[in-house]
Structures are given as structure tokens and as C-alpha cells.
């Protein structure tokens, strides 16, 4: 069975600083996604960024962007000139063969001004 | 299409009682998904639904639960006899079973269930 690992329970980061979050992944199998949510306090969750295992390449979408190091089954995220609204609960999430997300516990992003 | 709705948002029950949930999904989308997530926890897989077929169930999901979609649309999650131990967050989220985007799943606000 597929296990993610977020390490980091908790981070703060400056506003306008970069903050890089944690996650590691266990899995036998080679064709997979990875994503990361995103869970403000008391609202829905939001997918933030996927990268797809067979691309070398790393996704980036605007001031979001992972290092995805498929052979260390390290997937992290980094946000670049981090602002108020990111604020939130960040989860590290696997989906394979078995049709279903994988979540990691969670990482708790606060941006202080 | 505003998104994944789930009704109601919050509920109190006692223990012992039964509580029903609804998952309205977006209308195009034909795989529906029930998480349950406990406090400082990611959410846990419950079951799934390709249109009205159950696919697949956890081991999560005891005797006491159970996830109907009768017309392929809205889905409800019952729990009989609820414990304690039933309080969490019940999300649902949906997706579309196109190639290469059945993966991306919308989640919904989810029901708080508190059961004293």
C-alpha cells in the first residue's frame, strides 16, 4: 500500500519570503500523480499543483512549484513571495492504481506580515 | 455548476443516533468519493462510485456505514448507531472519468459531525 509522509507538522514563513514544504512517498509502482492541496481554515479544499510521475520536468503554476525526485520519492513544495491568503493546512496527496488519493497528515502554513 | 455541495455543513448528534449526509457532485462528473478526516489528520478514503456503482470500499468503512448514489447523481453517506469515534470531517469529492483527468478531484466543503 502507498504511504505519503509529511514530516513538518507545522511552518511559518515571513510574508514576501519562500517557504519549501516536505513530502516522501512509498511506492512499488512507476506510473502515479502527485499533488498538493490546499485547506484554508474552515474552507474547502483546493488543489494547488500535480505533477505527473512520467515528466522529468517539475510543475510550476504561478508562485507554486514542486522538486519532484522520483528515484528519492521526495516530492516538495515551494512557495515563492508567500502572502496572507496562503495561510492553511497543506497536504501532500498520491494517486496510483488504486483509484483513489493517498493524503499525507498535513502541514500547517502560517504567514505572518 | 457551482461545485461540490455537501449538506448539512455541521451536525450535532448523540450517540446511538443514525445521521444521514448528502454529496451534490459537479453535474458532468461521473466518479464520486466519500473521505472522512479526523482533526490535524489528512482524509482518509471511505469509498467510491463510478456512477451508481460502488467501487470500492474501505476497510474503514464498518457495518454501521453506509454510501448509496442511486441515479448516478447526488450520493448519501449514512452512519447508524453512531460512536464517538464517528466525529470528523465527512468530505466528498468528485471527478470525470476522461482520460488522464479521472485523477483530478474537486472536493466539496464537507459535514462536521459531532457526536456526544
Known amino acids: 500500500a502507498q504511504t505519503v509522509t509529511q514530516s513538518q507538522p507545522e511552518m511559518s514563513v515571513q510574508e514576501a519570503e519562500t517557504v519549501t514544504l516536505s513530502c516522501t512517498y512509498d511506492t512499488s509502482e512507476n506510473n502515479y500523480y502527485l499533488f498538493w492541496y490546499k485547506q484554508p481554515p474552515s474552507r474547502q479544499m483546493i488543489l494547488v499543483i500535480r505533477q505527473e510521475a512520467y515528466k522529468q520536468q517539475n510543475a510550476t503554476e504561478n508562485r507554486f512549484s514542486v522538486n519532484f525526485q522520483k528515484a528519492a520519492k521526495s516530492f516538495s513544495l515551494k512557495i515563492s513571495d508567500s502572502q496572507l491568503g496562503d495561510t492553511a493546512m497543506y497536504f501532500c496527496?498520491?494517486?496510483?492504481?488504486?483509484?483513489?488519493?493517498?493524503f499525507g497528515a498535513g502541514t500547517i502554513l502560517r504567514v505572518k506580515s | 455548476d457551482t461545485g461540490v455541495s455537501q449538506n448539512p455543513r455541521h451536525k450535532i448528534t448523540k450517540r446511538g443516533q443514525n445521521v444521514t449526509f448528502r454529496c451534490d457532485p459537479i453535474?458532468?462528473?461521473?466518479?464520486l468519493y466519500w473521505y472522512r478526516q479526523t482533526l490535524g489528520q489528512g482524509p482518509e478514503f471511505l469509498t467510491y462510485?463510478?456512477?451508481?456503482?460502488?467501487?470500492?470500499k474501505s476497510r474503514l468503512l464498518s457495518d454501521r456505514f453506509s454510501a448509496e448514489r442511486p441515479k448516478g447523481s447526488f450520493s448519501t453517506l449514512e452512519i447508524q448507531r453512531t460512536e464517538q469515534g464517528d466525529s470528523a470531517m465527512y468530505l466528498c469529492a468528485s471527478s470525470a472519468r476522461l482520460a488522464g483527468s479521472s485523477y483530478e478531484q474537486y472536493f466539496g466543503p464537507g459535514t462536521r459531525l459531532t457526536v456526544t
Open positions: 462510485f463510478q456512477n451508481e456503482a460502488q467501487l470500492e
Open positions: 453535474s458532468e462528473h461521473n466518479r
Open positions: 496527496a498520491f494517486w496510483g492504481y488504486g483509484n483513489k488519493l493517498v
